[in-house]
Nanobody
Framework: QLQLVESGGGYVHPGDSLRLSCAAS????????IGWFRQAPGKEREAVSC????????DYVDSLKGRFTISRDNAKNTIYLQMNSLEAEDTAVYYC?????????????????WGQGTQVTVSS
């Protein structure tokens, strides 16, 4: 059974940090590209970043560059999203998504496997 499970979300204050985890089961990350997406209330789902099996990463949101870092741990079959200097605008449900490809994509329709999402709330 192919499955992605996110964890690590929570309620934090502006300037705080969180690390989201995406644990994969049923398939190996070395064969897939994994993307992080987020959806804020009333907004469309947007791509945040993506990482390939060979650790080439792509950031899709200019305002997140330098604050968010995607990484992977093949031994744990897990993808991480380190989020620093969080802002209220980062409040959203964060999803990880996988596709069996050697390349990344910002199109959510390119991903066949999705986690349930984890809520990140940034508020003073």
């Amino acid at each position: 059974q192919l499955q992605l499970v996110e964890s690590g979300g929570g309620y934090v204050h502006p300037g705080d940090s969180l690390r989201l985890s995406c644990a994969a089961s049923g398939f190996s990350l070395i064969d897939s590209a994994i993307g992080w997406f987020r959806q804020a209330p009333g907004k469309e789902r947007e791509a945040v970043s993506c990482i390939t099996h060979w650790s080439s990463s792509t950031d899709y949101v200019d305002s997140l560059k330098g604050r968010f870092t995607i990484s992977r741990d093949n031994a744990k079959n897990t993808i991480y999203l380190q989020m620093n200097s969080l802002e209220a605008e980062d409040t959203a449900v964060y999803y990880c998504a996988g596709r069996r490809s050697h390349t990344c994509s910002s199109d959510d329709q390119a991903y066949a496997y999705w986690g349930q999402g984890t809520q990140v709330t940034v508020s003073s």
